[in-house]
């Protein structure tokens, strides 16, 4: 059963959507322009980025690599994130602080601006993406006003991570506290992270914050818009009660307004 749960109040300050699919040996910085040229008017700014998952150096038999290619819209708060094996569509806080409206809109978005890379690539006769994995993730800023003030608090934010109880109190209170979980999804569809540690946000990055971070990976059933549908959909659910699991009850209702 879905969760029903909404709140007034999220302390999400970003969603990742994002597919893998097979490396296109045939894309170029030109097409990146030309693709640029189709969103421009609502992605009018371009940078460049480290690509993802080459950790390892370039494939066999290639010479380099594309570089990632980042979009941003002209809110600041979306960005369209491309590279030759890898499309991504972020909603994010940014620094107008753009209020998170819902996930609905959110993938509505990420699907328009991803069959509109795929009716691009039709449009040049290059090859459709051949989908190997999904990905959604959701990133979480949980400031001290929600209850916390040291890391021997994080239990009253975070249900799992009572520090000290049944302990002898021979151990000061930590100065940084680090946690990762890994939970599998449903009918083989991959995989979902929590992972909680200390961040520091604002321009002056002096801001403590806890940073909750929930990923889902894996693979779809096929490229179908339906596949689609049903990898995220579950994603989306296990992401939202997930987040309630191993957050507090109390802190949902009096922080972050849960209905």
Not at 122 to 127: I, L, T
Not at 183 to 205: C, H, I, S
Not at 215 to 224: E, K, L, N, R
């Amino acid at each position: 059963m879905k969760s029903q749960a909404k709140y007034g109040r999220p302390p999400v300050i970003e969603v990742v959507s994002g597919l893998v699919f097979e490396p296109i040996r045939s894309l170029t910085v030109a097409h990146y322009g030309l693709y640029w040229h189709r969103i421009v008017d609502e992605f009018p700014e371009s940078k460049h980025a480290l690509p993802v998952g080459l950790e390892d150096g370039t494939p066999p038999g290639e010479p380099f690599f594309l570089p990632r290619l980042w979009l941003i819209h002209k809110g600041q708060d979306a960005l369209v994130q491309l590279q030759s094996n890898r499309f991504y569509f972020n909603w994010r806080e940014g620094p107008n602080r753009s209020p998170y409206t819902s996930y609905v809109d959110i993938y509505a978005k990420f699907m328009e601006h991803w069959k509109g890379f795929v009716q691009f690539l039709a449009d040049r006769k290059m090859p459709a993406p051949r989908v190997l994995q999904c990905e959604l993730t959701y990133v979480n800023h949980i400031p001290p006003t929600a209850g916390w003030s040291s890391m021997t608090d994080i239990g009253k934010v975070l249900a799992p991570l009572s520090w000290g109880k049944g302990s002898t109190g021979f151990l000061p209170p930590p100065k940084t506290v680090n946690w990762n979980a890994s939970f599998e999804l449903p009918e083989g569809k991959g995989n979902m992270t929590v992972r909680m540690q200390p961040a520091l946000r604002g321009q002056d990055k002096k801001e403590l914050v806890l940073s909750l971070e929930l990923a889902a990976v894996g693979p779809p059933a096929d490229a179908s818009d339906k596949a689609l549908d049903s990898w995220f959909g579950t994603a989306h659910e296990w992401i939202v009660r997930g987040f309630e699991d191993v957050t507090d009850k109390g802190v949902q209702r009096s922080v972050w307004g849960k209905k």
